[in-house]
């Protein structure tokens, strides 16, 4: 079991910059690859960025490659997502995923039936 921990969401204006964290406690995280994802209201939760186990491997998604940078520190137990020249089209709930992977994996994952545990998600607002 994991639970993953997501914090750093807030209200912030169009240009501005936040930086998501999700803190990972129960198992040993860098057994694990990593994902952020999102959801608007009334809309399906969709990939932002993935990262595998070791974060040699990323993924973007095309909204917000070269904007967002995905991160980990499996020292600390946490992954991030530095989000930059955030739009009003960024505004959703911001949810960290893990997916317990075997050592020797070196992919990042993109689906969410792929995930096998979720955090209790983060609100990211950006007004105009």
């Known amino acids: 079991q994991v639970q993953l921990v997501e914090s750093g969401g807030g209200l912030v204006q169009a240009g501005g910059s936040l930086r998501l964290s999700c803190a990972a406690s129960?198992?040993?995280?860098?057994?694990?690859?990593m994902g952020w994802f999102r959801q608007a209201p009334g809309k399906e939760r969709e990939i932002v960025a993935a990262?595998?186990?070791?974060?040699?491997?990323?993924y973007y998604a095309d909204s917000v490659k070269g904007r967002f940078t995905i991160s980990r520190d499996n020292a600390k137990n946490t992954v991030y997502l530095q989000m930059n020249s955030l739009q009003p089209v960024d505004t959703s709930v911001y949810y960290c995923?893990?997916?317990?992977?075997?050592?020797?994996?070196?992919?990042?994952?993109?689906?969410?039936?792929?995930?096998?545990?979720w955090g209790q998600g983060t609100q990211v607002t950006v007004s105009s």
């Open positions: 129960g198992r040993t995280f860098s057994n694990y690859a």
């Open positions: 995923a893990a997916k317990r992977v075997p050592y020797y994996s070196v992919g990042y994952y993109t689906r969410r039936d792929e995930y096998d545990y």
């Open positions: 990262i595998s186990r070791s974060g040699g491997s990323i």
